[in-house]
């Protein structure tokens, strides 16, 4: 027992008397790293919210007073013994002198085991006071492309210190691959091949992590690219990576795949018969810049992409009613047709306050009444950052920590809501009240921080900016700052994701060191040109729509070409979402879908509040129920990956015999009926709907097979009615390529 207190006293001593410059180890750049490195402190070992084994260490080292208070003062300080430190439980378990559940973490005679033995021998003490915090890590290289028969190569790390003092931290890196049986890495740092493919390393060093981007390439041929001339600088960028990995771009895809494709991507809609047919006949050279053109301007360009907005705005009827929808949806459709600038429309949104029918933005905190709610919503949204892992304790993927969390969420305490004498719609939800609400600023209001218990001080991410009283204006000002390093990059990436199928970051939210951008040099440079651009959407549109790599087939060269759907060599197929999917049914067919409160012949487009269970429409409420099953969210996450356009059975169900269906092709009006009573001979029928589907003509095989079917049918509106549903339930009706 008197032994047990004297050392307890030693590592009380030692561990309260700083290390002298001299000393070579330094518990926060040398121990904490090795226990990074060793896994000791990550989230599935001693870094976990309640430890592991008695133990609890700070996440990847994030707090390393309480570290050091862990290591030389918990279990009677026996876990470092600075008078034989051979003995430390730290050394025996690591090393399996004594059973341990995470397994052997490194050896006796390792470069890790020396680190940890000499700090103990010298007391276990914590470092001097001002020591430099790091500046920055440098990792070489940071792209690498590898040609069998090569299958290795080594990275080196250096640390810079605010100080100006530099240091090879190699030894001392963490490392993790984002993709398995890519490669591995030796403790020396060389990286080596196990399977030819792509991957990311993630090197870790103290709070820095850089991202090294690998590639390893089997010998295959190198592609000529002499013939490829690029658009514009999105295509400069793409090719060269494309070049850089030996695969060839596909070819310019057809007027027809270009022209369905573009008026889906910016309208949402199919063009008409009539301008397929125009458009394939035109000889001018400038033809696809002018359909662009023609489509930024017209109103169904502000219709679709404010559905993409009301989408993450939460604008849903439940948490608004339905005049509040109504409002916010015509609001944000205004502003996209007028090509306000999108930080200026981010501004009015989160400065907005008052009447939520006389100021429609403000419906944006109606919606999301909750502080913590309202700062992952915004953080995601607009600034592209997920930060709600922090909210519990420091982010394990990124540098957010749970003060950065409560401070942030500070911003949005005050906000607070007067119901202006309206009904309650469930008695048992306090939220959902039919009516006009008031959305002011509680000057009292304030958010706790759970660990204190005192009010977290108000600050934006990732900077030390004052914030004002007026703290919804000082988020406001801030996002649409043209030098914010968040809102700008973000959503240049989710006009990518929308228009080609992927975001240049995966998922298009998630922006951190850890999950890095397949193209950095093309995010930078469409970043760059956004703002200089005035934060203009349709600018930002069409320079995307206008280069090859926009407008590239979706049919390969070869399989190189077809397997790659990270570096846009193709274009990427995708399904018609719900919405554009039941406008295209409705318009091929030419039978408007009435919804219930709505004026017959609006689109799905135009509905400002998605479908609600126990709402009915036509075909006995069959419009509605048909969005939800193909995916349309009910808009209760502020986040693209709630809508769900994976195929499923019931979706097959809703296309092969549904009623909604049947009625379209059955109405006896439709577009075949019409054709038919207005005497069209059975080959002009055949490229009416062949254009308005598919927007091309069909080929000799397909008049001839269709041509014979209907001729030898009995019933020539039935036979007619079935190359109708042919057409609407084939592979390229129902996807976008």
Not at 133 to 156: C, E, G, H
Not at 383 to 410: E, K, Q
Not at 424 to 446: A, C, S, Y
Not at 495 to 514: A, E, K, Q, S, Y
């Amino acid at each position: 027992m008197m032994r047990g207190m004297l050392v307890a006293l030693v590592a009380l001593l030692a561990a309260n008397q700083p290390v002298s410059a001299a000393d070579a180890v330094s518990f926060q750049r040398d121990v904490l790293p090795v226990l990074t490195r060793a896994g000791c402190n990550m989230g599935a070992c001693h870094g976990n919210l309640n430890g592991k084994g008695g133990m609890k260490l700070s996440l990847k080292g994030e707090d390393p007073a309480a570290d050091l208070a862990v290591l030389t003062r918990d279990m009677l300080a026996r876990r470092t013994e600075p008078i034989r430190p051979d003995d430390s439980l730290l050394l025996q378990k690591a090393t399996g002198r004594i059973p341990h559940e995470g397994g052997i973490r490194f050896s006796p005679s390792s470069h890790e085991y020396a680190i940890l033995r000499q700090w103990i021998a010298r007391g276990a003490r914590f470092d001097p006071p001002g020591l430099a915090p790091l500046k920055r890590l440098i990792v070489t290289p940071t792209y690498q492309i590898l040609l069998d028969p090569a299958d290795r190569f080594r990275i080196s790390a250096i640390a810079e210190f605010a100080d100006g003092s530099r240091r090879d931290v190699t030894a001392l890196i963490a490392t993790e691959f984002t993709t398995v049986d890519v490669a591995r890495i030796t403790p020396t740092g060389d990286v080596i091949c196990e399977q030819p493919g792509e991957t990311v390393l993630l090197v870790r060093y103290m709070n820095k992590v850089v991202p090294v981007r690998i590639v390893f390439l089997p010998n295959r041929v190198i592609p000529d690219f002499r013939g490829i001339s690029p658009h514009n600088t999105i295509d400069e960028l793409v090719f060269a990576q494309l070049q850089r990995l030996r695969i060839p771009p596909a070819e310019v895809a057809s007027d027809s795949v270009f022209l369905r494709r573009v008026y889906l991507d910016t309208i949402g809609l199919l063009p008409t018969a009539e301008e397929t047919q125009a458009f394939l006949a035109s000889t001018d050279p400038h033809k696809r810049e002018k359909v662009i053109d023609t489509l930024l301007t017209r109103p169904e360009f502000a219709e679709f992409w404010a559905q993409k907005w009301s989408d993450l705005l939460r604008n849903e009827e439940k948490a608004l009613d339905r005049k509040g929808v109504a409002v916010f949806y015509r609001w944000i459709a205004a502003q996209l047709a007028a090509d306000r600038p999108l930080n200026e429309f981010a501004r009015d949104i989160l400065a907005a306050s008052g009447s939520t029918y006389a100021h429609p933005p403000a419906n944006f905190w109606r919606a999301i009444r909750d502080p913590l709610q309202r700062a992952e919503s915004v953080a995601q949204v607009f600034l592209g950052v997920r930060i709600s892992c922090a909210r519990c304790h420091n982010h394990p993927f990124d540098r957010w920590t749970m003060d950065d969390y409560y401070s942030f969420a500070a911003l949005f305490a005050r906000i607070d809501y007067r119901v202006l004498a309206n009904d309650r719609r469930d008695q048992l939800d306090k939220h959902e009240f039919v009516g006009e609400q008031i959305v002011w600023q509680n000057r009292t209001g304030e958010l706790p921080h759970p660990r204190t218990k005192k009010p977290a001080i108000p600050r934006f991410l990732g900077s030390d900016a004052p914030v004002g009283d007026d703290r919804l204006a000082a988020v406001a000002d801030w996002v649409a700052a043209p030098d914010n390093p968040f809102f700008a990059k973000t959503q240049v990436n989710r006009i990518w994701l929308h228009l080609m199928g992927r975001g240049l970051v995966d998922p298009n939210d998630d922006f951190r060191d850890t999950n890095p951008a397949t193209h950095p040099e093309l995010l930078d440079w469409l970043t760059h040109d956004f703002i200089a651009g005035g934060f203009r959407l349709k600018r930002m549109v069409k320079t995307i729509l206008m280069s090859r790599t926009y407008q590239l087939a979706a049919t390969a060269r070869d399989s190189v070409t077809q397997n790659d759907e990270r570096h846009y060599a193709r274009a990427l197929i995708k399904p018609l979402n719900a919405e554009q999917l039941l406008d295209a049914l409705s318009q091929v067919t030419g039978v408007p879908v009435r919804f219930k409160g709505y004026p017959l012949g609006l689109r799905a487009h135009q509905i400002p509040a998605p479908p609600q269970s126990g709402r009915r429409g036509a075909f006995d409420g069959r419009g509605e129920h048909f969005l939800k099953m193909f995916g349309k969210p009910e808009r209760l996450l502020t986040c693209e990956c709630e809508r769900n356009d994976d195929p499923g059975l019931l979706q097959a169900f809703q296309l092969i015999t549904g009623e909604l269906m049947n009625s379209l092709i059955k109405t006896p009006s439709n577009r075949v009926g019409q054709m038919l009573a207005a005497g069209a001979t059975d080959t002009q029928i055949l490229d009416e709907l062949y254009l308005a589907a598919l927007c091309r003509r069909p080929n000799a095989t397909e008049t001839k097979r269709l041509l014979a079917y209907v001729r030898d049918a009995r019933d020539r509106r039935a036979a007619w009615e079935d190359v109708l549903w042919a057409l609407l339930n084939s592979k390229e009706f129902l996807l976008r390529h």
